[in-house]
């Protein structure tokens, strides 16, 4: 804190000796040390608030940073749809409306199945029978 190297100290307390009465040291030693525990108090309370400030600043600067982000991505969402999934799906659902109405229903088969193959290529049911019929014969 005062860059006080163990020489310099033994200095200090030299001269506290020949200054400082014997019967008196002790109570000067005493209030020096907790004068010195309040100041570090004090220096670590300053640098926790220090370093609180340091945080919400941080903090702010980051919230400041999302919101433009977010206000960016909101203004090209605007502009061109692709981040608004609702407008995309109302997009489709409408597309496919449209595309419905304008497609004839499809029309069924009305005619009877030829070699025993039904239209969906599976066999026909009615063409066994007559199979069997000419096995038969």
């Known amino acids: 804190m005062f860059d006080l190297d ?13 200054a400082i009465p014997s019967k008196d040291l002790p109570r000067v030693l005493r209030t020096l040390g907790q004068a010195t525990g309040r100041m570090r108090r004090m220096a670590n309370e300053f640098q926790d608030q220090f370093m609180a ?34 407008a995309e799906a109302r997009k489709q659902i409408v597309s496919a409306i449209e ?16 070699s025993g193959v039904s239209t969906e290529g599976q066999p026909a049911t009615d063409a066994a029978p007559q199979d069997a019929q000419k096995a038969d014969k």
């Open 99 to 114: 595309d419905g109405d304008k497609k004839p229903p499809p029309e069924r088969a009305l005619e009877e199945p030829q």
């Open 53 to 86: 400030a340091m945080r919400e600043a941080e903090l702010d600067d980051l919230k400041k940073q999302i919101e433009e982000t977010n206000s960016a991505i909101m203004a090209g969402a605007n502009l061109n749809g692709a981040f608004d999934p609702m």
């Open 6 to 18: 163990p020489g310099k100290l033994l200095v200090i307390g030299i001269v506290a000796l020949i």
